[in-house]
C-alpha cells in the first residue's frame, strides 16, 4: 500500500480570482480567507453601511457557492457576481433609504466614513458596485462586467459618471485613472 504524496496547489494571481486548486476542485477555504473580508469592505460601502446585510450576503454567496462548487472555474468572480446580486435584490426589496449613521464595525470610525458613503448612496447601484469593484477592490472593467453581467464598455461609462459624481460631492483630482 502506498502512500499518497504530498497535495500540490496552484495558487494563481488575484486577478485570476486569487483561487487555490487541486485536482479535487477549488478550495473555498482559501477562498474565504482570502476573499471575504474584500468583499465584505465591497459591500459594506455597496450597502450603504449596512454591517449586517453585508455579512449576510458574504455568507450566502459562498454558501451558494459550496452547493455549485462543481460547476465554479472561477469562484472569486463568480461569488462577488452572487453577492452583488443578492445585496442588489435585498435592496430593492427594503426600498428604503441607508441608514443616517452606518452601523458600527469594530476599529472603524463611522464618522470617518459617513460622508464617502453618503456620497455612495447618491450614485445608481451599477455605479456604485462598478466603482466599488474597479477603484476599490482592482478588478478590470472586463471583470467587472462579468461580475455585474453588462459590457465592459458600459462599466466605462458607469465609473465615468461615478468618478465625476463623487468628485463633485467630494471633492478631488480632475480626469479619470482609466
Given at each position: ?13 488575484a486577478?485570476?480570482?486569487g ?5 479535487a ?49 472561477r ?21 428604503r433609504?441607508?441608514?443616517p ?78
Open positions: 500500500m502506498s502512500t499518497p504524496g504530498p497535495r500540490v496547489l496552484k495558487v494563481e494571481h486577478s485570476g480570482g483561487l487555490a486548486t487541486d485536482e476542485g477549488h478550495d473555498l477555504a482559501l477562498v474565504y480567507a482570502e476573499a471575504a473580508p474584500k468583499l465584505w469592505r465591497a459591500l459594506y460601502g455597496y450597502t450603504g453601511g449596512r454591517r449586517h446585510l453585508a455579512e449576510d450576503v458574504v455568507s450566502e454567496a459562498f454558501a451558494r457557492a459550496i452547493e455549485h462548487q462543481g460547476a465554479i472555474r469562484p472569486v468572480p463568480w461569488i462577488y457576481r452572487t453577492a452583488f446580486r443578492i445585496a442588489s435584490r435585498e435592496l430593492q426589496r427594503e426600498k433609504t441607508p441608514p449613521q452606518p452601523d458600527r464595525v469594530p476599529g472603524l470610525d463611522p464618522a470617518d466614513v459617513a460622508e464617502l458613503l453618503g456620497a455612495l448612496a447618491t450614485l445608481s447601484r451599477n455605479q456604485r458596485a462598478a466603482v466599488l469593484l474597479h477603484d476599490e477592490e482592482g478588478f478590470t472593467t472586463f471583470e467587472v462586467a462579468r461580475m455585474l453581467g453588462v459590457s465592459a464598455a458600459t462599466v466605462r461609462v458607469h465609473l465615468h459618471r461615478a468618478r465625476a459624481r463623487l468628485r463633485d460631492l467630494l471633492g478631488g483630482e480632475e480626469g479619470d485613472d482609466d
